[in-house]
């Protein structure tokens, strides 16, 4: 099956500081989103991106599905930023459902 | 809008005995639903999604099996629970595999 791997998996960061999570995947995808997990578990669905650059906020994501990566971009981080990150990929065709997590990055903001 | 109710929030059952989570969502139809189980400090692992009524695919063989009855109610059950079901469960929603959606999760113990 597809494999969904994310660096790194641990980053602690100060208050202010700006940072770069990476998604690697093996195979080619129709579906790529990105999630938040804050510390008493509840996902947030951050970006739908299967391509190309979107920006929301202090957050923005860009996905080259030709090279089989996904990059998340955090400015400015706050001490809620703090949890996991995690990518999410359909593989294969257009038509496939099943939505296959990464490995995650878990963010540490310090103030 | 939509939403996604997800019960119990916690639970602790005996080894051997019986488990029924449910999930249902409001505000959409045909949905894409999803359970995911999360061990402590770890990924999420696919267990079934289904894009219809009855219709079910199982990712990971187990002693679970789940059942979609009604558009928009996704149940999760097992006969006899083991130690190693223990975790963090979550359902997911989605509409043309697009952005998912998740509920506020099951914390599941088995003792």
């Known amino acids: 099956g597809i494999q969904v791997e994310q660096s790194p998996p641990d980053l602690i960061l100060q208050e202010g500081a700006n940072s770069t999570l990476r998604c690697n995947f093996s195979?080619?995808?129709?579906?790529l989103q990105w999630f938040h997990q804050n510390p008493w578990g509840q996902l947030i669905n951050l970006f739908y991106?299967?391509?190309g650059t979107k920006q929301n906020g202090r957050l923005s994501a860009t996905t080259v599905a030709t090279e089989r990566y996904s990059l998340l971009y955090i400015s400015s981080s706050q001490t809620t930023d703090s949890g996991v990150y995690f990518c999410?990929?359909?593989?294969?065709?257009?038509?496939?459902?099943?939505?296959?997590f990464g490995t995650g990055t878990r963010l540490t903001v310090i103030p | 809008s939509q939403t996604i109710h997800q019960w119990p929030a916690t639970l602790v059952q005996p080894v051997g005995s019986p488990l029924s989570l449910e999930c249902t969502v409001e505000?959409?139809?045909?949905?894409?639903l999803y359970w995911y189980r999360q061990a402590a400090g770890r990924g999420l692992q696919l267990l079934f999604y289904?894009?219809?009524?009855?219709?079910i695919s199982s990712e990971v063989p187990q002693n679970l099996s789940a059942s979609r009855p009604q558009d928009r109610q996704f149940i999760l059950s097992s006969k006899k629970l083991l130690l190693s079901d223990s975790g963090f469960y979550l359902c997911?929603?989605?509409?043309?595999?697009?952005?998912?959606?998740f509920g506020q999760g099951t914390r599941l113990t088995v003792v």
């Open positions: 997911a929603w989605s509409v043309s595999a697009r952005r998912a959606f």
């Open positions: 195979d080619s995808v129709n579906n």
């Open positions: 991106i299967p391509s």
């Open positions: 999410a990929v359909v593989p294969g065709q257009t038509g496939a459902n099943n939505l296959f």
């Open positions: 505000g959409t139809s045909n949905p894409n």
């Open positions: 289904s894009v219809g009524i009855g219709q």
